[in-house]
């Protein structure tokens, strides 16, 4: 194929392959970003770079330095000065989503399998961020924090070869010596099979079935696929069909070579069927079941005996289903793993001159993100809600917002989170299986379109920060419109109290079980999260001092039944584990701002004391914390080598919300926190911030401009409050 033939490349990724001078970044809509390669000098001086463009593929700004700070109000303010130079014009905070590393994988295999090309400098940059987050033994992990895995080292040499790397590559030499000695690509974890699969490179009879039929039993059946948790049904949707029909690429030069590369035996020797379980220690977090192994031999000698007109109306519905999908977000998905699978399914169904094909074409750019390391395949679309909402907070709680300097940027961020709010359900409803979604926020754009319950209350925690707390605020978003968010919210409390991700939890906890994909944990269905259910509580608490009114005794209830379940899962040492962040740190300064707001001090409440006890009992000699991502793979507080800013902040916002009352450790934290701010206002990138299914940690290098400004604007009133004097 012409638009993957063999590359001349150096020997490291160090330096751009690129010219970098020549990227642009674009917003478009309501914020879905891609970036441009500018070929001509023409198209260069029509369009100059940004900031926001030079600070995301780490070009200096050569901003000139700001006054040093008095206090904290100071180096927040310093914080907020520089943050403004990356805001987009549109009024929203661009960032990638990076971190887990068997993403680019399958946007290379997909691509590859379809015919769908890569502009010359794509294919360019994506080989350069594989080449800068190989480890030291030539692999890869399943983020790029991780050691390496049989997942991460097969499909990313692959992909590898796929773009143009030569098999005699240094970086390709010492990749597939690493595959080797992990026993090679048979003892890849079951994504990892299915997508060498597809490719062509492993054997069908190596996968343990997936069968489409699943999606033909009645909706009541409580394994069920529609009650699956929403990311992994919209993965077997796609997943259902290409089992079912056995796409493969066909054999070409690059697929032949790597049957011969990646494995440690003869390609035609080995014993596929025997290989279904096989998944390599190092890459086993979550062993299968004995139920899961039944259920495979049930299903795999249902296989033997497939009734083929029962197999093609269960494919039939599996590709209806990628289409409401693909419908429903305009061809961009819900995230990028069912982004590539739901196109080969179109494109193998409705061909590569279809509108379908183009239309994934266009939104293949929302996931591919360029840093200063190369090319990334982004864990979403970006988090450009997330982002949005936690800085409307930070800077109205900071007081920066009633500061006329920054009066345009605050006007242009409401704008953003008005046009952001979705304004209507899905196009397809009830029949795809989706969570209303009329007067939610998503986590990254409306394009995307999902309901996601903290998102929902952040934004709507960032609207009324903003409109009801700044004077000469233009109201753009409606009293109607705020309640529809309430009303979102009040529709998502489970029966325990607490409040999921994306929709109500549907099915029994036993499902967890049957889960089929052994590097993550937690994926079969819903499940409430301290992090969502304290959103919840503060977002609805706001609310109701906004408008006393509205839904006033339902409100009150499920504030009640909320604040029951933060109490019910609190750690006996006093935090909250939190699933979506790095880690006790990130939630517990979660559940102490929603405590807060019912009332829950260091004074009055034990599980305040406990919690803020706690978290001053891991602060560091110089002032501040630094948790590992690794608490959240073992479930037990484990310590970075090096204090972290964004945690130092979040412990900070924990100890202000809880009120607690002695000043020492608050100044020591502020001071560790200024002391990392740069001359510009800016602070450097650390440690990865994010996590997600226990195993797999993402970026959110915003935060450590958010969380900073937020924290240092808290501390700076709440310190001034606990020594009786004027902020």
Known sequence: ???????????????????????????????????????????????????????????????????????ALDAARNGYRFFTHLQHEDGHWPAEDGGPLFLIPGLVIGSYVTGMPFQLEERLELIRYLFNHTNEDGGWGIHIEGQSTVFGTALNYCAMRILGVKVDHPVAVKARGCLHKLGGATGVPSWGKFWLSILNVYDWDGNHPVPSEFWLLPDWVPFHPHRWWIHTRNVYIPMGYLYGVRYKMEETDIVLALREEIYTQNYYSIDWSAQRSNVAAVDLYTPH??????????????????????????????????????????????????KMMNLIVRAHVEGRESEAYRRHLARRQDFMWVSPEGMMMCGTNGSQLWDAGFTAQAIVESGLAVEPEFRESLHALLGWLDRCQIRDNPKHFETAYRHATKGAWPFSTPTQGYTVSDCTGEGLKGVLSIQDHVPGTPQLVSERRLCDAVDILLGMQNTNGGFASYELIRAPLWLEYLNPAEVFGNIMTEYSYPECTTSAITALSIFRKHNPEYRAGDIQRVINEAVKYVHHVQRPEGPWFGQWGVCFTYATQFALESLSLVGETYANSESVRRACDFLVSKQRADGGWGESYKSCEIGSWVEHEKTQVVQTAWA?????????????????????????????????????EGIFNKNVAISYPNFKFEFSIWALGLAHHYLAELRGEKA
Request: proline letters at 10%.
């Open 1 to 71: 194929m012409a638009a993957y033939t063999p590359l001349d490349l150096p020997a490291s990724g160090k330096l751009p392959f690129t010219d970098y001078s020549r990227w642009r970044l674009r917003s478009d809509g309501p914020g879905d970003h891609t970036w441009h390669y500018l070929r001509t000098d023409e198209e260069v001086a029509a369009w100059p770079q940004t900031d926001c463009d030079k600070y995301w593929l780490g070009i200096p700004l050569d901003l000139p330095p700001l006054p040093k700070p008095a206090n």
């Open 652 to 688: 900070l916002m924990a100890l202000i919300y809880g009120k607690y009352p002695h000043a020492a450790p608050i100044e020591r934290g502020v001071q560790l926190v200024m002391s990392r701010q740069l001359p510009d206002g800016s602070w450097a990138q650390e440690a990865i």
């Open 289 to 338: 079941s004995t139920f899961l192994e039944f259920a495979y031999g049930v299903l795999g000698t249902y296989e033997q005996c497939a009734f083929p007109p029962l197999r093609r109306a269960a494919i039939k519905r599996c590709y209806e289903l990628v289409v409401m999908e693909d419908e429903n977000t305009e061809c961009q998905t819900l995230g990028p793993v069912n």
